[in-house]
């Protein structure tokens, strides 16, 4: 079965610092790959994806997604964090065969120090 | 454009009592989607919609739990006999019913449930 695990829950960086959320799948051969933000009362917002093609993957708001087979994770990153990407990130991922639910990670809380 | 809503925005109800759950999804999406969201967990997915075809209900905890959409377009959530376990947010997507699941999905604010 599919599974998503993001090891950290909470995250705290100083606004300018670099930053990476970590996003491990399980799963036979290369699934669909997704990260998705939650902002405080907003609904999710699709960061980026992956499919196929050139591994490393950019996306809105300056982030980016990195692929690797070998090790089945799928990083987020971003170079440079401003207070408003303070909210919760959520890696998701679908199977390739037709099947049509998204299997979600349970999410890792971002807090932005000034 | 409008994206999709959903209504309540959130809802207290007693133990034991029924709740439903609306969704208005983007129009022209012809794909819809329910999940769960339990306070410290990631997304749970409960049941999906595409067109006329029958859903995929797989996801649906117990046979408490139902959903419709009529007229290929809003899709109902209904909770009978609530338990104080479906304490969530309930969160609707939608997306364009063209590719399956490598579509983006386009989230509703959710639907935040408070059983007593």
């Known amino acids: 079965a599919q599974s998503v695990t993001q090891p950290d829950i909470h995250i705290t960086v100083s606004e300018g610092a670099s930053l990476e959320l970590r996003c491990n799948y399980s799963?036979?051969?290369?699934?669909?790959l997704f990260w998705y933000v939650q902002s405080p009362g907003q609904g999710l917002q699709l960061l980026l994806k992956?499919?196929?093609?050139?591994?490393l993957v950019q996306g809105i708001k300056g982030f980016e997604a990195e692929f690797k087979r070998s090790q089945s994770s799928f990083n987020l990153r971003k170079p440079s964090v401003h207070w408003s990407d303070a909210a919760e990130y959520f890696c998701a991922v679908g199977a390739p065969q037709g099947y049509n639910k998204l299997i979600f990670g349970a999410g890792t809380r971002l807090a932005v120090h000034p | 454009g409008a994206g999709v809503s959903q209504s309540p925005s959130n809802k207290v109800t007693e133990k034991g009592k029924d709740v439903e759950l609306r969704c208005d999804p983007i129009?022209?999406?012809?794909?819809l989607y329910w999940y769960r969201q339990s306070l410290g967990q990631g997304l749970e997915f409960l049941i999906y919609f595409q067109g006329n075809s029958a859903p995929d209900k797989s996801g649906l905890p117990s046979d408490r739990f139902s959903a419709e959409r009529t007229g290929g377009s809003v899709s109902t959530l209904t909770i009978q006999r609530t338990q104080q376990e479906d304490s969530a947010v309930y969160l609707c997507?939608?997306?364009?019913?063209?590719?399956?699941?490598?579509?983006?999905?386009?989230f509703g604010p959710g639907t935040r449930l408070l059983v007593l």
């Open positions: 992956y499919f196929s093609g050139d591994t």
């Open positions: 799963y036979g051969a290369t699934p669909y």
């Open positions: 997507a939608s997306s364009l019913g063209l590719g399956g699941v490598q579509e983006t999905q386009y």
């Open positions: 129009s022209g999406h012809t794909a």
